[in-house]
């Protein structure tokens, strides 16, 4: 069976998570937030032997201490040599998929699993070099209004939340480098303006891109990444 391993990034309060939501219960498609995010606890480098064991360990043991998730390790290795027979070492993209194809894609009718994952963007070209039949979906938010949240629902003291500006700086950087190489096939961007504009059209876009079955939205069992039912990130606001 072909897998379809998709990244979903973009800086933060850029409605990522609702964007996320709204493509849930796709057809043939697992979706989560935050669970593996192996480029966080993987360096950018090649591992075999003690050092492919330690790496999927050291992922292994997050997921339990974070989500309570328990990952099968030599399912991990088993995928890993199915997946890429030629190969006597594994990038981390190429460890994160099988990862993550342990978890979600051990349904015969799951082929595709999206992880959303914030400021990961400039990991992109190297999932999609690693992963043939990868694909990306880029979510941002007018900076302005980006930079707000921060300012207004982080406990970062002033002045960090200007730093969303040179998130978006490097974040449109990439995107536009992207666009213009042999992956833009493979890409997909959409504004959270548009989407709330819009959901549905958003939700019929992306299947297309995943190139799954449309569908109508249904909120009912959305879950944020603990598991609980999804607020959209409803921080009491301050007085």
């Not at 302005?144 to 960090?160: D, H, I, S």
């Amino acid at each position: 069976m072909k897998k379809y391993p998709v990244l979903m990034t973009g800086p933060y309060r850029s409605g990522s998570q609702f964007a996320l939501q709204l493509i849930s219960a796709t057809k043939g498609t697992s979706t989560t937030m935050y669970n593996v995010n192996a480029f966080r606890y993987l360096a950018n480098d090649e591992y075999n032997g003690n050092d492919l064991l330690k790496s999927i360990n050291k992922i292994a043991t997050n997921l339990q201490n974070s989500s309570n998730i328990k990952l099968n390790q030599n399912s991990v290795i088993r995928i890993l040599k199915e997946d890429f027979p030629l190969d006597s070492s594994y990038s981390r993209s190429k460890i994160y998929h099988a990862i993550m194809s342990s978890l979600y894609l051990n349904n015969n009718s799951i082929d595709t699993w999206v992880e959303k994952t914030q400021l990961n963007w400039t990991k992109t070209s190297e999932f999609l070099e690693q992963l043939p039949n990868s694909r990306a979906i880029f979510i941002y938010r007018d900076p302005r209004a980006a930079m707000a949240g921060v300012k207004k629902f982080t406990n970062a003291p002033p002045p960090a939340y200007l730093g969303t500006i040179f998130n978006y700086l490097s974040f449109f950087q990439t995107l536009t480098a992207l666009l213009n190489s042999k992956y833009k096939e493979r890409i997909i961007f959409y504004s959270y303006e548009k989407i709330i504009d819009n959901p549905q059209e958003y939700r019929n876009i992306i299947q297309d891109f995943l190139e799954k079955p449309r569908s109508l939205i249904n909120n009912m069992d959305w879950k944020d990444s603990d598991g609980n039912p999804w607020c959209g990130g409803c921080s009491p606001v301050p007085p």
